[in-house]
């Protein structure tokens, strides 16, 4: 049922929004029915990818990542993204109060907004299969600013702030959004020098 959602936010946002505030779901149920789902559609792509079509580099040499080091790197990314979507969830609750919302004891409105605000992101995780690194950063670009505009756009509607705050309320999250992104760079960079790093082999 929730994942109807998706659809809906890229055909009539404002409705949907509507909708996912009245559903005011757990964040527990939201995870397990929504964020676990299409969190795993980039890791899954990621992996197909990396280990079996490759990549060229120079001279058309097929580079590739062995099935275990490809398979580590795509279940690092997915707990990145999960762990990115609930600190977003929980800013967005955190910082409610500042922007006239009301901060909630259960930061369901929060997570969700974090959650479905994701969803072309996690939709882009599909050009993945397509492993040419300029269509893939064109894609996520693209899906990077759809999202931003979607949570600007949902503001107002699943926090129930005036129109005119959202645009500040949009521009710290997004703050937030990027600290969160380069955290979970760095976390991964620190868990590759314990032996979880990329390994390559030519195809």
């Not at 993945?128 to 899906?143: H, K």
Request: hydrophobic share 55%.
């Amino acid at each position: 049922m929730l994942l109807q959602h998706a659809f809906g936010l890229f055909t009539h946002p404002d409705e949907e929004w509507v909708s996912i505030r009245k559903e005011h779901e757990t964040p527990r149920r939201l995870y397990v029915a929504y964020v676990l789902v299409l969190a795993a559609i980039a890791p899954i792509c990621a992996y197909i990818s990396t280990a079996y079509f490759g990549w060229t580099v120079g001279n058309e040499r097929l580079i590739k990542l062995t099935e275990i080091s490809a398979l580590q790197l795509s279940v690092l990314t997915y707990l990145a993204m999960l762990v990115g979507v609930f600190a977003l969830g929980y800013a967005i609750n955190w910082m409610a109060k500042t922007y006239g919302a009301r901060e909630e004891h259960v930061p369901s409105n929060g997570i969700a907004l974090a959650a479905y605000s994701c969803t072309p992101l996690f939709l882009a995780g599909f050009a993945l299969l397509y492993p040419v690194p300029w269509f893939n950063a064109i894609v996520f670009l693209i899906a990077a600013c759809y999202g931003a505009w979607l949570m600007y756009d949902g503001l107002p509607i699943v926090m129930g702030i005036e129109k005119e705050r959202a645009v500040m309320y949009a521009g710290a999250l997004l703050t937030v959004a990027l600290v969160i992104l380069v955290s979970t760079r760095v976390g991964s960079v620190i868990i590759w020098n314990f032996g979880v790093g990329p390994v390559f082999v030519s195809g």
